[in-house]
């Protein structure tokens, strides 16, 4: 058991994908680090707030998310503002790294 290391290189159309985050452990270990960990509910877009992923068990949590036309339409680098996935990118456009700062999977859902 134990850590593994790991790095992930992921390319999409404006940025890098690289998942080096200590996370990565046994699946046992990743499971009892969820539960122990916080999310954020209010490291969200103006308007919305923050749920983990994992409470929707369908096969593309994205669906659930009411904020993914703002997502898909990824005006003003909207996307890279708005982190909804656990692990960091580097974006081709400013070499900046972004990432969420509770580490967590997320979608968003619209305040009421």
Known sequence: M??????TYILHE???FIVTDKWKTTMADNERNFK???RDA????????AVLKDN??????????DAR???QDNTDEW?????????????FKDGKTYSRND??????????
Not at 2 to 7: L, N, V
Not at 81 to 90: A, D, F, L, T
């Open 2 to 7: 134990g850590w593994r290391c790991e790095i």
């Open 14 to 16: 404006d940025f890098i």
């Open 36 to 38: 122990l960990s916080k």
């Open 42 to 49: 209010n490291e969200a877009p103006e308007g919305f707030y």
């Open 56 to 65: 929707f068990k369908i096969p593309n949590a994205c669906d659930a998310c």
């Open 69 to 71: 036309k703002l997502c």
């Open 79 to 91: 996307c890279l503002k708005n982190r909804c996935m656990s692990y960091e990118i580097i974006a």
């Open 103 to 112: 580490k967590q999977s997320v979608l968003f859902k619209r305040k009421v």
